[in-house]
């Protein structure tokens, strides 16, 4: 049995790399509780969560600064955010959440509970930056105790979110595609009420939907991960009773963000066609399409990229910025452009020094009249490469070469996956065995990310037996496949081994190194 802790005092100073928060889902959670906050309420409330781990038996006083939240939002550090977060953090104490839950008589009962228990700051003006906070004690069932209907972020994925009734949805509609939901119905009443907006709030429908439905929408779709594809609209007579949301999932602007300034990308492995790569701490993974590897190695033919980018692959190591260059081409002929900075480049390569070669580029530019003999002149004297038609062949064997080892890759995981389907249903204990490893990484005293990932992208299906729903989940891909790859592998090192080998001979036939499989 997990031995369960519980700590007196946490700082988000010590979680800032923590962005995974978890409540009970279901109409008896506190997903679709009703519930209003501001935009800095709601940050503070998630900052706090941030701070709840899996295994903690009871809430601790949680310590948050302004400068948390600055740097957990990406906020602009100018000062005006300071007075708006200890503020929103104060008024949390009066902030309640309404439950409507079953009780042991079978009624239905309306449940007020408050937010907070207590808040503390410094008395010294000059520790005014902080504030310790503590969650009411009736919400462990909530946030703690959670049973299997329970929701899983990674609150980057709405950092950028500035409507606080957007966040709302964004909890609401992420639940439900997690849940495998891809087309959410809600009356229009039960949102109203969720979001806990009055009567006199927005009465008209098509009120509501511009102001409510379409702003979340947008939202969505400029800053999240999730996608509402359609709204569909239910009527009663004329009026609009329900709506129904399609959803599709993508990758949000900010953990796209994130994910790049991360990670130091190294090729770990291959997985249905997708590769799998790692921070050097290895505690975040992300999958990109063989495409991507390719592209970051090989040289790119000039088909199939933009102008603005190839010109701007050329004057970037001159800080040159991309608008300046857009705006040249918006303003001059392409031709104009392309000759300028040929010029001005051969110039530089020759060994002619220019004190500021944007300026030199864009006279250039604005002079129309140089001819053409001129920069042919300066450009001719430049060492010569290889012919077009022989960087055009070495292309097209790079890339034939490239296809083979992906193809390989693929016949490769398809292997794996056919072991791994195999070994859980030959070995009826296996499964309960990985999942009883998951739940221990999760309630270690730093979980893993991955293991967290894992965790919040497993998928509950009540009509299907154990091994049915784990097959489900791990035929889906992504994470969780790749979490339990991890671990079935070390299970079965040699079944492993066997296959890894034999595709290694394989790949030595075609020309390509035994290590693409590593």
Known sequence: MTKKRTIALRKKQDYQDRYIIRMQGGKAGLVEATSRMDIHEFRVFMAMLTMVLPDDDDFAEYEIRTQDIIKLYSLSDDGRYYDA?????ERLFNKRFVIYEKKEDGEIYKTTIHLIDETSEPVKKSEKNRIRLKFNPKLKPYLLELQREYLTIDIRN???VQSPTSVKMYLILKHQFNLGNHRARYSVARLREILAIQ??????YGNFKQKILQKTINDFEKYTDLVVTQLEEEKVGR????????LEEKKAPKQLEQIAKK????????????IVVA???QDFMEEITPSEVIESTLIQSEEGISTLDQLYENVRRFRIAKNTLKKWLDNYSEEQVKRSIDYVIAKIDKGEKIKSVGGYIYNRIKDADWGHDEVAKEVNLKP???????IQKAHQLQNELEKLKVDLQKEYFQERLGLVQTLVQDEQALIAQLMMQLKNDNSSENPNILAELAQSNYQLYPELDQVQEFLVNFDKGGIFQGYMFEK???????????????????????????????
């Open 85 to 89: 977060i200890r503020d929103a953090a």
């Open 384 to 390: 010569k490469g290889p012919s077009p038609i022989e």
């Open 158 to 160: 709405i950092a950028d």
């Open 263 to 274: 990670l130091t990308r190294q090729v770990i492995k291959s997985t249905n066609g997708s």
């Open 279 to 281: 921070s050097r701490t």
């Open 488 to 518: 079935v592998e070390k299970l079965y090192p040699t079944r492993f081994a066997k296959i890894r080998e034999e595709f290694q001979s394989k790949a030595l036939k075609i020309g390509l190194s035994g290590n693409v499989f590593f």
């Open 199 to 204: 009567d006199n709030e927005y009465p008209m």
């Open 239 to 246: 009026a609009v009773d329900a709506v129904i949301f399609h």
